[in-house]
């Protein structure tokens, strides 16, 4: 039995899939730490989280159980033990699991108990639940492992205290969304402290996977509810953490209190992340986007520099007969003051092919939404052009407002591989440009100093698809629409409900059927971020064929 322990926190980044990978990537941090007893890695670390359907694969599995064993044997050296997130096979079900490598050996594993199933989760798809999980001992040291959703009810942690444990330790693959910070420390995490008497180590993950987002911020609580370390937010790192045992239990070592991001900083920080992981994940040599002089584009040329440099972020300015000069100068002072290439292809020429290849089809109908189409799905097939040439991804700019109420052109401004504003209200696009050009990313590669000219953020905005076009005039002003949209997605509020908060009834009742006749659009979407609670896509799943309204 020890009084002493040294045990290091892994806060990284993974690769679904990527099991050797993975794994080299474990041995590569533990080099780091040769002093630790202990180094621990986030969830299902080994396979990558969410794993989804990959986990059903038998050779997935079969490649987890021999990556396991190669770590394992590593442990043969004498340095630190490991404590690692993977899928185990028994009696033909499958489980999340922690498995302690030591001595050369797979010492012990510790199954997931609380599977969680909602919003960006479905693990009762794909895990069994085991029973409460028994501590461990390691060093002579009873060590109680919930395993991320283990903590966020109390009965695991009950139990483990019940059968001796005297810390806990909990690897996680916890997304990103608002405000999480403080639900996980000051609320979940604290309770089962409190609960328990037992200081409580939760060890995060960093870095994007498709739509979610991991942002770490690992942190260490004694049993006094005291913050003894708080690990960076968006940054890979390991931290040694040194433990004592005294008259009152074991107790951490106070160590660095990071500060995190403040709002709306994180969501930045969360869009830079995820863009870059997606991109470099699957092998894109940079972006391709179209900026049009307006505060969507440009704020999405501003993410893709500080995620991927500016030198891989291509703009294409596409100028109709309604773009303003003002739009013109906007857009290349922007990309002046971003650093990133921008190129200038007029549509008017498709734009006139078009009009007289349709012209006796529409001989008789005046001019009306579907010429506004026309031009951004010429903008979109010219975009997708370059894509295909040249290999860039292509970006798309909507926002959550936009794609809330369906204004948006399915395969025009809609078309592309990915969206970093997908979650972003048009009031939060405003406060992130406002925030960018007053302050740089401390992970960012784009440059110092603003990044779009003033007037893009103070300008109305509008499509620039007819005359003197505004988005007022086809919705309410963002300040009334997005408060309306967010009672609507975010919080499943009636009609009734909002205009008890004193919104016009018609305005909510119009804004309610937009949202539901938009579905089929959403649904050809490409994937976007998640920042909120109920982002569109794995959150938010609605049927498209759907009479129900609350008014």
């Known amino acids: 039995m020890t009084d002493r322990l040294t045990i290091a926190l892994a806060q990284l980044s993974q690769t679904v899939g990527d099991l050797p990978g993975n794994a080299d990537a474990m041995l590569e941090w533990r080099a780091r730490t040769p002093g630790a007893d202990l180094i621990v890695y986030p969830e299902l670390q080994l396979i990558g989280y969410p794993p989804e359907d990959l986990v059903l694969k038998p050779a997935l599995i079969a490649r987890a159980e021999s990556e396991l064993a190669r770590l394992a044997a590593a442990t043969a050296d004498g340095g630190p033990a490991m404590l690692v997130g993977t899928v185990v096979r028994e009696q033909g079900l499958l489980y999340n699991a922690l498995a302690l490598l030591d001595g050369g050996r797979i010492a012990e594993i510790r199954r997931k108990h609380e599977l969680p199933n909602y919003g960006t989760f479905d693990e009762k798809r794909l895990f069994a639940s085991a029973p409460p999980p028994e501590p461990i001992v390691f060093r002579g040291v009873r060590i109680g492992l919930p395993i991320c959703e283990d903590i966020w009810f109390p009965a695991v942690c009950a139990h483990l205290r019940a059968r ?3 810390l806990l330790i909990s690897p996680n693959g916890s997304p990103y969304e608002v405000d999480k910070d403080d639900l996980r420390s000051s609320a979940i995490a604290a309770a089962r402290v409190a609960e328990t008497g037992l200081p409580l180590a939760y060890l995060n993950r960093v870095g994007g996977q498709d739509e979610i987002v991991f942002d770490g911020a690992s942190f260490v ?3 006094d509810g005291l913050l ?10 390991v931290v040694e953490t040194q433990w004592q045992r005294g008259p009152d239990g074991w107790r951490c070592l ?3 209190l990071n500060a995190l991001e403040p709002h709306p900083s994180d969501i930045y920080h969360a869009m830079v992340v995820g863009l870059r992981d997606y991109v470099d994940g699957n092998r894109f040599p940079g972006v391709v986007l179209g900026l049009s002089g307006g505060i969507d584009s440009a704020i999405c040329a501003a993410i893709a520099a500080d995620a991927l440099g500016p030198d891989r972020v291509w703009c294409v300015m596409l100028p109709s007969r309604f773009t303003s000069e003002a ?5 290349a002072q922007c990309a002046r003051m971003i650093g990133c290439r921008l190129d200038t292809i007029p549509i008017a020429p498709a734009v006139e092919a078009f009009d007289a290849m349709l012209s006796d089809s529409f001989a008789d109908r005046t001019v009306d939404i579907t010429e506004e189409n026309i031009q951004s799905r010429i903008r979109g097939v010219t975009l997708m052009a370059l894509s295909n ?8 700019t909507g926002n959550k407002s936009e ?4 204004y948006a052109t399915i395969y025009g401004d809609m078309a592309g591989g990915y969206n970093p504003l997908k979650d972003a209200y048009k009031t939060t696009v405003f406060a992130i440009s406002r925030w960018r050009n007053a302050n740089r990313p401390r992970i960012g ?5 603003p990044v779009m000219p003033e007037t893009i953020i103070t300008k109305p905005p509008s499509a620039e698809l007819r005359p003197d076009q505004k988005d007022s005039d086809s919705l309410p002003p963002y300040d009334v629409l997005d408060p309306i949209l967010h009672g609507l997605v975010e919080e499943e509020l009636s009609v009734s409900a909002l205009v008890e908060r004193g919104f016009d009834r018609d305005t909510v009742i119009r804004i309610e059927r937009l949202l539901y006749i938009a579905e089929y659009k959403r649904r050809q979407a490409p994937p976007g971020v998640k920042l909120g609670t109920r982002n569109f896509g794995r959150d938010r799943r609605y049927p498209i064929t759907n009479a129900f309204r609350t008014s």
Not at 228 to 237: F, G, R, S
Request: overall charge negative; aromatic content about 4%.
């Open 221 to 223: 609580l004694n049993a």
């Open 327 to 331: 739009s013109l100068d906007d857009a």
């Open 445 to 449: 590669l784009g440059p110092d100093g």
């Open 254 to 256: 106070p160590g660095v």
């Open 403 to 406: 794609m809330s109420v369906g």
């Open 164 to 166: 001796g444990a005297e």
């Open 228 to 237: 003894a370390h708080q690990l960076p937010d968006w940054e890979e790192t």
């Open 389 to 396: 040439k040249f290999g860039h991804m292509l970006l798309t």
